[in-house]
């Protein structure tokens, strides 16, 4: 059973489009964060939310955490190629263990 | 600069051999995790640390066991390796408060024929 379910699993879009990524629970997160993964690497931070309803935004994406704390979503505008990569959410439920989703694979096309 | 490092980065095992990821941090972190990642997918928790001469198990810890005996140190042993543990292993580390920023190693190949 997988805790953070993300869709889609994969996207495939044309450079200047925008688009979202949803990451859904059935369970209650202390806080939540997405990641960006690239070929070969790590994940890395991109934000982390605290707060049902909070909305934060970092350039061109725009990161919001449900009021009930659940879900998540991460809308991206006018995607570029260099956003190319591996999405993921991941979820605390206060005990510090960072449960991971399922991911979003995104490739733009230039 | 080091952050998490990870050793070995790519391993090819034989089915029942037994080997041990290395993992260290440079960061004074409490909390360490081990994840691993099959292709594609997202990234499964299998033990994680709060602190030295503390370990709990995460999601699939069967075909694993990890030991902290210093607060850098936390390596991940796979004993009687199966083709089900060829994987890319990620260990990573945090302060360990809600919302920190977890910072992950740069993953080890592993692949059990």
């Known amino acids: 059973t997988q805790l953070l379910e993300q869709s889609p699993q994969f996207l495939s879009i044309q450079e200047g489009e925008n688009l979202t990524v949803y990451c859904n629970s059935s369970?209650?997160?202390?806080?939540l964060q997405w990641y960006r993964q690239e070929p070969g690497e790590g994940p890395v931070l991109l934000v982390t939310v605290v707060t049902g309803g909070e909305v934060k935004k970092l350039k061109r994406l725009t990161f919001q955490f449900g009021d009930a704390r659940k879900d998540s979503s991460l809308h991206i505008t006018a995607a570029q190629p260099g956003d190319t990569g591996l999405y993921l959410c991941a979820g605390d439920r206060g005990t510090y263990k960072y449960i991971f989703g399922t991911g979003t694979r995104l490739k733009v096309l230039a | 600069n080091a952050g998490v490092t990870q050793t070995p980065k790519f391993r090819i095992l034989k089915i029942g051999q037994s080997m041990t990821l290395q993992c260290a941090q440079d960061m004074n972190h409490n909390y360490m995790y081990w994840y691993r990642q099959d292709p594609g997918m997202g990234l499964k928790l299998i033990y994680y640390s709060v602190g030295a001469g503390i370990t709990d198990k995460g999601e699939v810890p069967n075909g694993y066991n990890v030991s902290r005996s210093t607060t850098e140190d936390f390596p991940l042993r796979l004993e009687l390796a199966a083709p089900s543990q060829t994987s890319v292993y990620f260990c990573?580390?945090?302060?360990?408060?809600?919302?920190?920023?977890?910072?992950f190693g740069e993953g080890s190949w592993l692949t059990v024929v």
């Open positions: 990573a580390s945090s302060w360990g408060s809600s919302g920190n920023t977890i910072y």
């Open positions: 369970s209650v997160f202390s806080s």
